[in-house]
């Protein structure tokens, strides 16, 4: 019986083929929507976490300013950080291997005519070796250079790619608004990315450089702090915490006018906006899953009346109203199914392109297909059983007479 | 008589049936008392608006009267429920209509597979007794021609299939000629006179022509919902 009445609405949903595609939009779209969202986030996270794997879990980072004080990050009302905090974090904090601070900018570089909007970091060396960011032709910094903010820099392999089309950069200038420096290093490639960012697409200056003839403040927006193993971030983290406290009075009941993250923290950060992004696409795919479902309800009550006579014949000669019933539920039921498939290729489809396009990962995942497959069907059987009950619960009379 | 002493297959006793209320209150029947024997081949006859197509939906449970008593076997069956009906229809009721009602999009042997479908018989058994019904009404060799491609008189066949096919005790026909030339509707009845005769099928068959009824050994004449007058018959009250 249940072949029977699958084998029938096949047959009935081909006859009104583009009537029943029409119908099914709402299901398809919602259920594109979810899969491409899922695939897309599930890349994403996936990526983020390869990114944060590639800062190393040792890696703690510290910066101004609180996300509920500045959104930015910036330090509008807050104090900035010193390089003093960094020095004084190296000296003072058991069980650190490396302080490296930094600042930075997204600016435009030009070379030879070509530009390049890239981001600017004033660092040392250090930071190099806390990233364990090695370099693959020419040299690091030489002390010299980084006390008296020399005009020199080294560049990412993106930057030489982009710059240079790929030739040998070392020894030529790269001019920085005021400042026109000369290629002293190029890292080795790292073909990843982190946050969206492409870490071979990086211009590094010493930091005295850059805060003269960049920034032109002596400020600090991070400092990256390494500590000597994963056992140690917790204490390093705490010690941290107290020492800025101190170095920027504050008093007991005030909070934190800074930020010491980690990596997992800034993972879990990642892991909320995505949560939020996702909640927001999934309130679409809800809302567009119940319009299909009320398309598929109105379709089927015009295919009930259209069908009045048919199902009094039926109902005549001996149908039961629970087999009226089944029929008219499969029928919604394999319409809503075929949506879902649609749905699943079409968002499989654009979850491949995004992916592609974005740069991470494409991850189809069975269970979220499954899912999708399954929550259509639901939607059929759910906006289907009002139509079919009015079926079922036809007068045979009354529709026998029905022209 | 021995007939006497098995109860009528089938019984009205002061049948109502009351459309609507007040003013536009239509009485369709009016205390229809009739009693047909297993075997009987009956014409009920009447002028249009007589009642005489309620009185048949009455008695194939397609509707329920608003008075009076039915007993099919000598059992009450006016109140059970409408699922117990449809059980009792599909169980031992066979209908044909005027119009035919096929299925417009099924072959003719689908369309006599039907009720075995909805029955619970499957696949080959089901095929089989479809196949042999249609053998029965004389359309051998016509099992896949759709409606469509038949004759009026050729689909008033597979329609007299589709209800002979779950082997009914009792066969209803609305007006079965109704849409047919002359010839053809004589070779209708001559048929349902031998499903009567041969097969032991008892026909009930609602008819306003004359020259129809009389195939039938027993008239009945409603008018007004009420049984008029009768003619032939054995068992007649």
């Keep these: ?403 | 008589m021995q007939a006497a002493e098995a109860p009528p297959l089938v019984e009205l006793r002061g049948i109502e049936k009351v459309y609507g209320t007040g003013e536009g209150q239509v009485r369709a029947l009016d205390g229809l008392d009739l009693a047909i024997r297993r075997g009987e081949f009956v014409a009920v006859m009447g002028p249009s608006g007589s009642g005489k197509s309620t009185a048949m939906n009455v008695i194939g449970y397609l509707d329920t009267p608003t008075g009076g008593e039915y007993l099919f076997d000598g059992v009450p069956v006016q109140s059970v429920m409408r699922q117990q009906r449809t059980l009792l229809r599909r169980s031992f009721l066979g209908f044909v209509f005027q119009g035919y009602n096929l299925l417009s999009r099924n072959t003719a042997l689908e369309n006599v597979e039907l009720p075995l479908t909805y029955r619970g018989i499957g696949g080959q058994r089901r095929r089989e007794l479809a196949r042999r019904a249609l053998h029965r009404v004389g359309l051998a060799g016509r099992e896949e021609h759709l409606p469509s491609q038949l004759s009026g008189g050729q689909q008033q066949r597979v329609a007299i299939a589709r209800a002979i096919v779950s082997n009914p005790a009792l066969l209803l026909a609305d007006e079965p000629t109704g849409n047919l030339d002359t010839t053809r509707a004589r070779d209708i009845m001559n048929l349902l006179v031998e499903l009567n005769r041969d097969d032991g099928i008892t026909v009930v068959m609602v008819t306003h022509e004359a020259d129809m009824a009389a195939y039938c050994q027993r008239r009945i004449h409603v008018v007004d919902g009420r049984v008029d007058t009768e003619a032939g018959g054995s068992g007649a009250a």
């Design chain 1, 1 to 403: 019986m249940l072949l029977e009445s699958i084998r029938l609405a096949f047959g009935a949903i081909w006859r009104n083929a583009l009537r029943s595609l029409l119908t099914v939009l709402g299901v398809t779209i919602g259920v594109a929507a979810v899969i491409t969202m899922v695939t897309l986030g599930q890349g994403t996270t996936a990526e983020v976490g390869e990114s944060v794997a590639s800062l190393g879990s040792n890696l703690l980072m510290v910066r101004p300013g609180q996300f509920s004080q500045t959104p930015g990050g910036g330090g509008v009302g807050v104090a900035s950080l010193e390089e003093a905090d960094a020095e004084a974090i190296a000296r003072q904090v058991d069980s650190v291997r490396i302080v490296a601070p930094t600042d930075s900018r997204s600016l435009t570089a030009l070379a030879g005519g070509v530009d390049l909007f890239t981001t600017v970091i004033g660092t040392d060396n250090r930071y190099l070796d806390a990233r364990e960011w090695k370099v693959a032709e020419g040299r690091l910094f030489e002390e010299g250079e980084v006390l008296a903010g020399a005009s020199v820099c080294i560049v990412g392999a993106g930057v030489v790619d982009e710059l240079f089309g790929g030739g040998s950069a070392l020894g030529e200038s790269i001019r920085l608004r005021r400042l026109v420096c000369q290629i002293v290093g190029v890292l080795e490639r790292k073909g990843g990315s982190a946050f969206g960012a492409n870490e071979d697409d990086v211009i590094i200056v010493p930091l005295r450089t850059f805060q003269r003839r960049i920034s032109g403040n002596t400020g600090v927006t991070l400092i990256y702090v390494a500590a000597q193993d994963e056992a140690a971030i917790t204490q390093v983290k705490d010690d941290v915490t107290a020492l800025m406290r101190e170095r920027r009075h504050l008093a007991t009941n005030e909070e934190n006018d800074f930020m010491v993250m980690d990596m997992r923290q800034i993972a879990s950060m990642l892991d909320t906006v995505m949560g939020v992004l996702t909640g927001l696409l999934g309130a679409v795919a809800g809302i567009s899953l119940v319009v299909g479902g009320i398309g598929i309800m109105n379709i089927m009550l015009a295919s009930v009346t259209e069908r009045t006579r048919e199902i009094g014949i039926r109902l005549a000669i001996g149908a039961r109203e629970s087999q009226v019933l089944l029929q008219f539920l499969v029928e919604a039921t394999v319409l809503s199914g075929i949506g879902g498939l649609i749905g699943i290729v079409l968002g499989l489809a654009l979850a491949a392109l995004g992916a592609a396009y974005l740069g991470v990962p494409f991850t189809p995942d069975l269970l979220v297909v499954l899912l999708a497959f399954g929550f259509s069907c639901l939607v059929g059987i759910g906006f289907g059983y009002f139509p079919a009950r009015r079926a079922a619960r036809l007068d045979p009379i009354e529709a026998l007479r029905h022209e």
